[in-house]
Nanobody, 124 residues
Framework: QVQLVESGGGLVQAGGSLTLSCTAS???????MGWFRQAPGKEREFVAV????????YYADGVKGRFTISRDNAKSTVYLQMNSLGPVDTAVYYC??????????????????WGQGTQVTVSS
């Protein structure tokens, strides 16, 4: 069993940066970890994923080159560095853990555990 807690969300102006953190309690080291987001009125969408070793990452096209996912297994924490933010990035951001992932999971059903989400609001 894994409990995930996100933090680091907030209000930022367009062009700014934020770093989200997701800290896990319980088993963490061999799980793929992903970030998803859900904007008002829209479905939850994939943002980024990282393998348990950290050597494999994958990004949604809309964030590639602006967002960076990383992890520190010693701290049971995964990060999402977000740069050049725009209003389209406004959403609740969720981290998720995939027990059998290889760092390529992009679908919600592939993930076994979810955090409660953290709000990111980007003003224009």
């Amino acid at each position: 069993q894994v409990q995930l807690v996100e933090s680091g969300g907030g209000l930022v102006q367009a062009g700014g940066s934020l770093t989200l953190s997701c800290t896990a309690s319980g088993t963490f080291g061999d799980y793929s970890m992903g970030w998803f987001r859900q904007a008002p009125g829209k479905e939850r969408e994939f943002v980024a994923v990282i393998s348990w070793t950290g050597r494999s990452t994958y990004y949604a096209d809309g964030v590639k080159g602006r967002f960076t996912i990383s992890r520190d297994n010693a701290k049971s924490t995964v990060y999402l560095q977000m740069n050049s933010l725009g209003p389209v990035d406004t959403a609740v951001y969720y981290c998720a853990a995939d027990r059998e992932g290889d760092g390529s999971g992009r679908r919600r059903y592939e993930y076994d555990y979810w955090g409660q989400g953290t709000q990111v609001t980007v003003s224009s």
